[in-house]
């Protein structure tokens, strides 16, 4: 199998954070910048093969998602960028192969758009919030490495009483599931290099 070495984590805080089993683990702050900054700098030093994304997030209570349900982002979608669509993206997609193993893996998790925002309630137009995802995930497209985020929901974006955000069942949910979600990666990422060497040897064979 893939190295689990070549596998990178990337969390905002240690809380979110499994212990690392023989994978790399990042805590990359909080808020897009710092998130972005520190992915980059763990693309340098690790040259991971995949990276995962995992964290805590809110919901709208619109969306029928509840605290502690895992989602599973099918896109990531910045929404604090005024700038047209020309001059930056807006959304960046998460490996296909990643979120076929993701949802393979986490099969009750819901699968949604999740809104990066730098300030709580800031997810206009997204079911699922948070801060960093979208920092993450393009940071690794720019460095042409797949990413997938995931998410457990610790909390309704309306609900403003924060001693009844579930903080502690979320991170819990969260590092609960990194295990498995490394695991199906580590493999996705064993069949992308197995794929890859086949086709490199096919063209020389054309040669």
Known sequence: MASLDRILVVAPTARELAPAAGWAAVCCGVGPVDAAAATAAAIVAHAPAAIIHVGIAGAR????ITPVRLVIGDAAHYCD?????????HVVAPSADLLVAARRTLREATVRTIGTSGRVGGGTGCDVEAMEGFAVLRAAQLGGIPAIEVRAVANLVEERDRSRWRFDEAFAAIV??????????EHTSELQSQSTISYAVFCLKKK
């Open 81 to 89: 960028l005024g700038a047209p669509e020309q001059f930056a993206p």
């Open 176 to 185: 609960a599931a990194t295990p498995g979600l490394v695991r199906s990666e």
């Open 61 to 64: 209570a619109a969306s029928g």
